[in-house]
């Protein structure tokens, strides 16, 4: 992998109500943004990610280890991938043999972007995505997932490190303390002070067998991609419209 250069630390400008958000990726995380509004996060550079419904996103959270970054965004689930992920990703569903299946599986790489989510527990607000899209109801893992042992289903699933979940139902309104309806928030954060790249799925780690037992602890990106379009396939078919029965 190639070194990337820390992004410079730019002065804070009170008059901008957008710029805490920016001030905390580019100055406590030292990723690169896009200028303008809403404030978008430069893929390809420090990571790549990889988009899938949501729904199909929580049962791949098991490959991960608690340090590596999830988005929600709408109904849309953003996973954080070692970059040059994205290139690889066609090749790794040929190889895995989903290449010829149309799966709801995308990856974002070098010259993308992605919508940046507002720091966690600092209630800042973002300008709306023109891209989000609106989430038809409450968000949540699939039943079952994570659930506590011998515990009761109003329990919730089990708590994991790094992830948030909300205190409540949102306000209704274009406006929440999580930032505008649809817009994205992060399911596990970053954490500040922390390099990200170590926590990332990597080729790198194949054969890695467990949640960080890759190459430096890395989690493998060939076993998150697997689950991913196993996934994506079981939606795609539970979506898909009832076929008439051949002798019909």
Do not use: K
Request: aromatic letters at 4%; glycine letters at 14%; charged letters at 20%.
């Amino acid at each position: 992998m190639v070194p990337t250069v820390p992004v410079p630390r730019r002065p804070s400008d009170p008059d901008d109500p957008v710029d805490p958000v920016r001030q905390w990726y580019e100055n406590e995380l030292g990723w690169a943004t896009v200028p303008g509004l809403p404030v978008r996060l430069v893929t390809g550079l420090r990571f790549d990610v990889l988009e899938v419904p949501a729904e199909a996103g929580f049962p791949a959270l098991r490959h991960l280890g608690p340090a590596s970054p999830v988005a929600l965004h709408g109904e849309r689930m953003r996973l954080l991938v070692a970059a040059g992920s994205a290139e690889e990703l066609p090749g790794l569903l040929d190889w895995l043999e989903w290449g010829t299946l149309a799966l709801d599986l995308t990856a974002i790489g070098a010259g993308g972007s992605i919508g940046a989510p507002p720091p966690p527990d600092r209630g800042i607000a973002v300008a709306p995505d023109p891209g989000a899209p609106a989430p038809r109801g409450p968000l949540a893992p699939p039943a079952g997932f994570g659930a506590r042992p011998g515990g009761r289903p109003e329990d919730g699933p089990l708590a994991r490190p790094g992830d948030r979940r909300p205190a409540g139902p949102e306000t209704p309104g274009p406006e929440t303390r999580r930032g505008p309806r649809g817009a994205a928030r992060w399911l596990r954060p970053p954490m500040p002070g922390r390099a990200v790249e170590p926590a990332l799925p990597t080729l790198s780690a194949l054969g890695g067998g467990t949640v960080g037992g890759g190459v430096g602890g890395a989690p493998d990106l060939v076993r998150l991609v697997q689950t991913m379009a196993t996934q994506c396939h079981r939606v795609r078919l539970r979506r898909a419209p009832d076929q008439p029965l051949a002798f019909s």
